[in-house]
């Protein structure tokens, strides 16, 4: 699978510049801490990291942060290789519909991010993507706004938001963005 997902990545992404992805990635950074305000602070991890643009765009605003991605942690399967309660934030940009069984991936979450920490993600919206979600091989389960909220809830995360926006690129009509706050 990651040989699949690193293929079909690299050939989505090689005509887009650098400079282009980094400036997507800061205007990503300007909208959290809008919406995150005085919360949007501390140690970031990005899991699925992919080509790690978001880490160097956090990097340049300040921020100590770093990425993970699928070849270095099966999210399904390992642990992650930090330790508890060690992130203030913990992203997934369109990372939670490669996983089939999210179940040691919220695990992990829970484990790193301390009481109070913030998981930020951004997944397909299968309600107005259904007929181009699985255009991407590697793409293994669907979500809506309402199966986001009842997940984070079997995880003991609170909701902060949950929004419906459009998406970076043209097969992406809508994506939602979470933000969920680790309660117990």
């Known amino acids: 699978m990651n040989k699949l997902y690193r293929k079909f990545r690299n050939d989505v992404m090689k005509d887009k510049p650098e400079e282009i992805l980094l400036q997507i990635e800061m ?84 484990r790193v991010l301390p009481k109070g920490g913030y998981l930020i993600l951004t997944v397909h919206d299968w309600k107005t993507n259904h007929k181009t979600f699985y255009n991407d091989p590697t793409r293994k389960r669907p979500y809506t706004a309402e199966s986001l909220k009842k997940l984070f809830m079997v995880f003991g995360m609170k909701i902060h938001q949950i929004k419906l926006k459009g998406g970076r690129w043209p097969w992406n009509k809508k994506t939602i963005l979470a933000i969920a706050q680790r309660m117990r």
């Open 27 to 110: 205007d990503r950074i300007l909208e959290y801490e809008t919406l995150l305000g005085k919360a949007w602070k501390g140690k970031v991890l990005d899991l699925g990291c992919g080509l790690d643009t978001f880490t160097k765009a956090c990097s340049i605003k300040g921020f100590d942060a770093e990425g993970v991605d699928i070849d270095k942690c099966d999210f399904e399967t390992g642990p992650l290789s930090f330790q508890n309660e060690s992130k203030d934030i913990i992203t997934l940009h369109d990372v939670l519909e490669h996983v089939w069984n999210p179940k040691n991936l919220f695990n992990e979450i829970n």
